[in-house]
């Protein structure tokens, strides 16, 4: 019940988001000596998770000389500290980029270490192509990326903003490169207000929508440019704020991830009911905007809380031949560098598993309960796995299940997707990980607990493919929910079909 790869990814969402993520604007001339030295200095913020100093980032900017003349570069430190089943850990991540004079990005080197999981990627810019080199303990792979006319940093708000080129009200939109994901993605900034600060100071207020992951930053700019506070609304109270070296360095309290939410009321065995029946109720903000409405999962709308009614899942029918081939499932059958669906060791175990079957709902079933028979159960450990690892080790927990069960089932032609939730089980909700598989139509099926059609206890929060944009998006679906949500049972369907209601305490 401890779904590895959501805490990595929840984990590597928050060191996006506390690595000073900024909107970015074109510059209309090349920047002067004066313009590059306005920007340059250090700069130290403390990182707050749940209202706790989880961590810190550190923003070095100074000049570096080049062939064409003097250049900016910048180099991000960001330390997260994590307590996982008992186990104080570190996420960490150091980025260096170089900008032209147009401040753009032109080289960017990132190191990351996920709780042991270590990384690097470099991204170099040539016209409007971006080369990515990405090398893992496992692999070494380089793509190009073409990127848009309005491909930007991400530090010319602060000068902007320094200039007093910026008015509540502006809207900008740009593309940047994340290299944490490796994608570009498309952003919408909106400078929205001006706010007083107790010494008197002003700064304007400045919102930027990630396309990708669907995010949103706010984040406090003072006049000389500087970031005062910045806050990712929903996601685990996530706060950074400008401090002294001495104040960010001080004393952390690790982010203590929890496995399961207690509920109110209690279910009888949750796989024989048709129908489960909760409100969910959130501390802040609307419950119906981070609970997703699905073939078997209604959501109701009550105030600011949300009635979620979850059938269980029904079993595919036979007909369909495999491979299914439809280009609009085409990204849940592409092979990623979590589920390696095209190496031949996956293809070679998945056509093994299904033997001469070509009906996808029962190559789906064979598929799912030999990875649920043959993998070993253990508690979570923290570092992502990729299917190939899966496969090698077959040891894992509800995450690897997932993991393995998508890319066996891409191997073959089934299209797959990695879904994120909660699942009740002994009195809780345990955040948990299964799949959707399509077999002529999307049946989600649970590979860790052997259900070829799960039950009525699986609270889908979000799915989707396993690219890296779709896993951080997974994970932020479950750090909104972490710390900030209750549940309570409100009734069920019997297997017998007759309705009952819980009490409401």
């Not at 991000?76 to 401040?103: C, P």
């Not at 609304?233 to 496995?259: D, F, H, N, W, Y």
């Not at 299964?434 to 002529?440: A, P, S, T």
Request: charged share 25%; aromatic share 4%; proline share 4%.
């Amino acid at each position: 019940m401890r779904p590895r790869r959501v805490v990595i990814l929840l984990v590597g969402l928050l060191v996006i988001a506390a690595a000073l993520v900024w909107a970015a604007l074109e510059l209309e001339r090349p920047l002067s000596l004066e313009d590059l030295e306005q920007l340059t200095g250090t700069e130290w913020f403390n990182v707050r998770v749940l209202g706790k100093p989880t961590g810190y980032a550190c923003v070095q900017t100074e000049l570096a000389q080049a062939p064409e003349g003097p250049r900016l570069r910048v180099t991000e430190d960001v330390k997260l500290l994590i307590s996982l089943a008992g186990r104080e850990l570190e996420a960490s991540k150091s980025q260096v980029t170089k900008y032209d004079e147009m401040l753009r990005p032109v080289e960017i080197e990132l190191v990351k270490d996920e709780m042991g999981r270590k990384l690097q990627r470099t991204a170099r810019l040539a016209d409007h192509e971006l080369t990515v080199t990405t090398v893992s303990a496992e692999t070494e792979k380089t793509a190009t990326l073409t990127v848009s006319d309005d491909f930007a940093s991400d530090i010319i708000i602060g000068l902007k903003a320094a200039r007093g080129e910026l008015k509540v009200g502006d809207k900008f939109q740009f593309q940047a490169y994340e290299p944490e994901l490796d994608i570009l993605d498309e952003n919408t900034v909106h400078v929205t207000g001006e706010k007083e600060l107790e010494d008197g100071s002003r700064v304007l207020v400045i919102k930027a929508l990630s396309k990708s992951l669907g995010m949103e930053t706010v984040s406090w700019v003072d006049n000389r440019g500087r970031l005062v506070r910045q806050t990712v609304p929903g996601l685990m109270e996530l706060t950074l704020e400008r401090v002294t070296e001495e104040e960010a360095l001080a004393q952390l309290s690790p982010l203590k991830i929890v496995s399961e939410i207690e509920v109110k009321g209690h279910l009888p065995s949750v796989r024989r009911l048709q129908e489960v029946r909760l409100k969910i109720v959130r501390k802040v903000g609307a419950a119906a905007e981070i609970i997703p409405a699905t073939a078997r999962q209604r959501v109701d709308v009550e105030g600011e809380d949300a009635l979620v009614t979850i059938a269980t899942e029904q079993p595919g029918a036979e007909g369909v031949t495999l491979p299914i081939e439809d280009e609009a499932l085409a990204e849940y059958l592409a092979p990623t560098a979590s589920a390696q669906s095209d190496d031949p060791r996956i293809v070679a175990k998945a056509r093994e598993i299904i033997g001469d079957e070509t009906d996808a709902w029962l190559a789906a079933t064979k598929l799912v309960r030999w990875v649920h028979d043959n993998m070993r159960k253990v508690s979570s450990e923290p570092r992502p796995i990729t299917a190939l690892e899966c496969l090698d080790e077959m040891v894992g927990d509800c995450t690897e299940h997932a993991v393995l069960t998508a890319a066996l089932a891409r191997a073959v032609g089934l299209p797959s997707k990695f879904c994120t939730g909660l699942a009740y089980v002994g009195g809780a909700f345990g955040y948990h990980a299964w799949n959707e598989i399509y077999v002529g139509r999307w049946v989600e099926m649970d590979p860790a607990w052997g259900e070829v059609a799960v039950d009525a206890g699986h609270l889908q929060l979000f799915s989707g493919s396993l690219d890296e944009a779709s896993l951080a998006r997974n994970s932020l679906a479950a750090g909104r929910t972490m710390g900030t949500i209750e549940i309570t049972l409100l009734g069920y369907v019997g297997e017998d079909g007759e309705e009952v209601d819980l009490p409401e305490n």
